[in-house]
């Protein structure tokens, strides 16, 4: 570069006289003393300015305001030679030419070789698949930067809402409007698109989505701001489209005074805390300070997990927040009560549950003793702690249950509003809300699986539905819903509509590249298959029992009007319950669980223990047979 300017620049004075002058000839007297002159202030000039440092491939627009700085303080510097020599035949105008001429040389040279260093190989463009990027704005045009670097894809077009930018140039792609994106496939080969939208809404995304699933596009996407922000992702770090995206669910700004206000500063419990519901309650805890948080978990493993995950996070932000692992079960009262008196809790949030519907209705006992007892247990003992606010997560399920999980968690809130009329000193609330996007036993993760393995899809039925959300924004409202208060309260999440589960795979499937191989499409990629509803598993699910829900501070909690059993009605049922259960019984405690909830009708009985130990016995003392257990 610097013996390239050692040419450049005498020839931009020689043009700046020729044009001066107006003849290719131009006699230029002592003015040959300034073309040996200029390249000798000016390289030092820019030395200092830098110019020298910058790498060419990666030069930056930036460097313009150099060039033009470099140039005018030598151009300056060359009239100041010529007069204090008072040189003849140097006409004045002859220095603003050439400093419009050597910014042209300087800078030109640059941007030029940029360009030509820049360009990928033709080697390297063999074999590489072209691209669109949604979003013609700064993410998209870095991307663009980014992947041309590459040896896996090369844009070919950008796409944008903007009405404003279409038909342009930015980097050297023109701007189409979505309306193209056909034209795009056919005429330049694309078949996947990037969307580089991290600001866009949830809901904006959503619809973008869906046109491009609708046309067969596989589509990844950009990180959002605040998974760059918070360091879990780059800029360049694209990723599959997830299901967060086609819910298209905004997020509703949380309540700091909600948030904050069983939290901050205060001494705070989670059980299940290595859950996937539980371990988002204590990220989510953990930012709003408190001055303990107490992870109690029956598994060494979560627990050991959600403690380092804490940790690092704890050190990233500079908190001081004293964090305690637990082990031990629900059911140990004592463990609990003397846990909630040493740490001097004040908030309990109890997420520990056995929340699979086809794992508790095989394991009927275990399910009523985890969700039903041990939310008994926890709660006398937060009684006996003097905890001041006790949360429980439920479930949609437990409304109108039709499994013995959903009856299980049904149980546990009679329980707790059984107490709150008993005790009022403890604020005892719960919180239903449906399905949770990630967490485990989810089936977004399941049908991810499916599509990576080649398929196929399964699905249980063609008309079931559920509702989801994202499991930081179930985190917030529960925390929110906690600090409304009001002892005994049911508050239900607002869940948004309900999700058709085979339509939520065929936008997986197609958006993931792949076609639906079905009678319509016998070529297709994945196929669907329908497996049967399981045992105890409903069509649709509903968040309240009744038949209308009371607004609360947040538009997006509720609170239901829910009956509720006195606690001297329901203690002795509570009994019978846990002893039938030690006794593995399950046919008694159920019959006891459809006193206490009427609108559950236990029927087969699926548990495996209880119909193995009903099969009849062969001669030689072997099982034979199923042998179906049912309740009349």
């Not at 046309?215 to 701001?225: D, E």
């Not at 380092?308 to 692992?325: A, G």
């Not at 036993?441 to 539905?465: A, N």
Request: net charge neutral; charged share 20%; proline share 4%.
């Amino acid at each position: 570069m610097l013996f390239a300017d050692l040419a450049i620049l005498p020839i931009a004075l020689w043009c700046a006289y020729a044009l001066r002058l107006g003849t290719l000839t131009p006699p230029l007297g002592e003015g040959v003393w300034l073309m040996i002159a200029a390249p000798l202030f000016a390289i030092p000039i820019f030395i200092r300015l830098g110019l020298y440092r910058a790498i060419i491939r990666y030069i930056a627009p930036q460097a313009t305001y150099t060039v033009v700085l470099g140039v005018t303080i030598s151009t300056a510097t060359l009239l100041g030679v010529d007069v204090f020599l008072r040189l003849d035949g140097v006409p004045r105008s002859v220095f603003i030419i050439y400093w419009f001429i050597a910014i042209i040389y300087i800078g030109g040279s640059r941007f030029l070789m940029r360009n030509y260093l820049a360009r990928p190989s033709k080697a390297l463009l063999h074999g590489r698949e072209p691209v669109a990027i949604y979003g013609a704005g700064h993410s998209g045009t870095q991307l663009a930067t980014v992947l041309s670097g590459g040896a896996q894809f090369i844009p070919v077009a950008f796409v944008d809402d903007d009405t404003a930018l279409e038909g342009h140039l930015i980097g050297g792609l023109r701007v189409f409007s979505p309306d193209e994106l056909s034209n795009i496939a056919r005429q330049m080969g694309v078949h996947r698109v990037f969307l580089a939208l991290p600001s866009a809404s949830r809901s904006v995304r959503k619809t973008i989505i869906e046109s491009l699933e609708a046309q067969a596009f596989r589509v990844q996407t950009l990180p959002t701001l605040d998974e760059i922000a918070s360091g879990r992702a780059t800029v360049d770090e694209f990723r599959e489209v997830s299901a967060e995206d086609l819910l298209g669910r905004d997020l509703v700004p949380p309540r700091d005074e909600l948030l904050s206000a069983c939290i901050t500063d205060r001494n705070v419990m989670v059980t299940g805390a290595g859950g996937s519901i539980g371990g988002a309650l204590c990220r989510q805890i953990a930012k709003l300070r408190p001055k303990v948080l107490v992870l109690y978990e029956l598994s060494e493993h979560a627990l050991y997990a959600v403690e380092q995950n804490l940790r690092r996070e704890v050190v990233r932000v500079s908190m001081e927040i004293r964090i305690v692992p637990l082990l031990g079960s629900i059911l140990q009262e004592q463990r609990l009560e003397k846990a909630m008196r040493v740490y001097d809790i004040e908030t309990v949030y109890h997420a520990a549950a056995y929340k699979h519907v086809p794992i508790v209705e095989h394991n009927v006992v275990e399910g009523l003793q985890n969700n039903v007892i041990g939310t008994w247990r926890i709660a006398e003992a937060a009684l006996a702690a003097n905890v001041k606010h006790f949360v429980l997560i439920s479930t949609d399920k437990a409304v109108r249950p039709t499994n013995v999980m959903g009856a299980s968690k049904r149980l546990a809130e009679l329980v707790l509003q059984a107490l709150a009329i008993r005790n009022v000193d403890t604020k005892f609330c719960m919180v239903r809300f449906g399905n949770v996007l990630g967490s485990s036993g989810s089936v977004v993760p399941l049908f991810e699986r499916q599509i990576r393995e080649g398929g196929p899809v399964t699905v249980t039925h063609q008309d079931i539905t559920r509702y989801f959300m994202t499991m930081s924004e179930a985190a917030q409202l529960v925390i929110q819903a906690g600090a409304l208060g009001r002892g005994g309260a049911v508050y239900l999440l607002d869940m948004g509509e309900s999700v058709r589960i085979v339509e939520l795979a065929r936008k997986m499937i197609h958006l993931s590249g792949l076609e639906v191989r079905d009678e319509d499409n016998p070529e297709g990629d994945i196929a669907i298959e329908y497996t049967g509803l399981r045992p105890g598993e409903k069509l649709y699910e509903e968040l309240l029992i009744g038949s209308d829900a009371l607004a609360t501070v947040h538009s997006r909690i509720w609170r239901g009007r829910e009956s509720a059993m006195s606690w001297n009605d329901l203690l002795p049922l509570l009994n019978d319950i846990e002893n039938h259960c030690r006794q593995d019984d399950c046919a008694s405690a159920l019959k006891l669980v459809h006193r206490a909830v009427p609108e559950y009708s236990p029927g087969e009985i699926h548990d495996h223990l209880c119909r193995a130990n009903n099969m009849p016995k062969s001669n030689g003392g072997e099982k034979s047979g199923a042998h179906v257990v049912v309740i009349k």
